[in-house]
């Protein structure tokens, strides 16, 4: 399965959101072509810890080692040198440009305009380009300028704001949720724009922001209504809608999820606990909702008394929606994830076997076949010879002299 096999991607990407995009892309089948900075590439490259045949190490023991979160961020993309401020790299990208069908960048805002590399300049030369920009704010708009990583936009998206317990900080997302999500909606808008392509022959060049991302999935909850009732934001590890929430057994943590009256019912069954049905503050999801403290209290005070396997089997012999709250070790270490695919090896294109660590994979299963297995990360300008030898038509010694006057 590679669906989108003969689509070529020219990447211009650092850091997490535009690389964690190109990589899906590739997943898919894309060729995708990471395109880095002479002698230093991505500055993630630089950040440790550092894997490599003989493990993982504080510092680089050899050109082969990589920083393991490059070799997370990096899979399946081929990795070619130049730079674009030098004349002759930048009418090698624009050639470079005309066989392909995408370029992906999350520069600063205005970056490839300034190097006269932006859409106007690349449809000029392939007319159905489809060009996508990640940015924090947007390429337009009062924040545009601004500089962003994740925590800044977690933080003027208002995220952090409705995040953490009532009583406590505003508090950030414990992964990069903006960094990550919001290449998920550039790939399928790459998509979307290649499918308007096939029809039109016309690429377009599309706008993706990180904060505009957040605020559109924040906001597909009823905030306002908090705000207008002046209700807390924050709520923690519970819900204000019935005692949907996180519970104490006396051994560890459990989720459980009851928001219908047959919800409520079969936790009274699952708990022994009659009384649940009998109190009237308890008789409706807008009575539990009123009284969502006092049912939780009660609750609590049955769960408490239960090991953390003897509360789950009594909530799922009962059909309650109900979790154990598990360490990310457990979960790196569930087969579940491995036999499925969402967690995979973490591999590295100069070595032949995988490194130490865990890479995510693709969560979701095609009927028609598996995704092809990813080439592991690569080396910087990895693919020099391959890519400017296939689609410049250079040859070695041309290499050799652009090597030698910086271009590559």
């Known amino acids: 399965m590679q669906p989108l096999k003969g689509i070529r991607v020219l990447s211009v990407t650092v850091y997490l959101a535009g690389p964690f995009c190109a990589m899906n892309l590739a997943r898919l089948g894309a060729e995708v072509i990471r395109v880095e900075i002479p002698g230093r590439g991505d500055p993630v490259r630089g950040n440790g810890p550092f894997a490599g045949a003989d493990g993982w190490h504080d510092e680089p023991q050899n050109s082969n080692d990589l920083s393991t979160r490059f070799l997370k961020r990096a899979q399946g993309v081929k990795s070619v040198t130049l730079d674009l401020k030098h004349p002759q790299g930048k009418d090698m990208f624009l050639e470079l440009a005309k066989s392909c069908d995408v370029v992906l960048e999350n520069l600063a805002p205005g970056s490839m305009r300034r190097l006269g590399l932006g ?71 790459i998509l979307a724009a290649l499918r308007e392509k096939d029809r039109t022959g016309q690429g377009q ?48 943590d459990v989720s459980l999820t009851v928001t219908s009256d047959d919800q409520w019912a079969r936790l009274a069954r699952a708990l022994d606990a009659p009384q649940f049905l009998e109190d009237p503050r308890f008789e409706s999801f807008v ?81 028609g076949g598996p995704l092809p297995e990813m080439a592991g990360a690569p080396t910087l300008g990895m693919h020099n010879g391959e890519i400017f030898s296939k689609l410049l038509g250079l040859d070695e010694s041309d290499l050799a002299g652009l090597k030698e006057i910086g271009v590559i």
């Open 205 to 252: 060049y599309l706008d993706v922001s990180m904060m505009d991302t957040l605020v559109s999935l924040m906001f597909m909850e009823n905030l306002e209504e908090n705000i207008e009732y002046g209700q807390p934001l924050r709520t923690g590890n519970i819900s204000r809608n019935g005692p949907t929430g996180l519970y104490h057994a006396s051994d560890g």
């Open 287 to 367: 009575t539990r909702t009123a009284n969502v403290e006092e049912a939780r209290q009660q609750i609590q005070a049955i769960i408490g008394e239960f090991t953390l396997e003897e509360a789950l089997n009594r909530l799922e012999s009962h059909d309650v929606p109900c979790a154990q709250v598990r360490t990310a070790e457990q979960v790196m270490n569930d087969p579940h994830f491995w036999d499925r695919g969402s967690l995979v090896p973490l591999r590295h294109a100069g070595l032949p076997e995988p490194v130490k660590g865990v890479a995510s994979g693709f969560p979701v299963i095609f009927s």
């Open 119 to 189: 859409y106007e300049e690349l449809s000029q030369v392939n007319p159905g380009i489809v060009y996508a920009s990640i940015s924090g704010y947007g390429q337009t708009g009062p924040y545009s300028a601004k500089p962003a990583h994740d925590p800044q936009i977690q933080g003027m998206s208002g995220l952090m704001d409705i995040n953490g317990d009532a009583d406590g900080p505003p508090t950030r997302v414990g992964f990069y949720i903006g960094d990550l999500v919001t290449p998920l909606f550039a790939c399928y808008s």
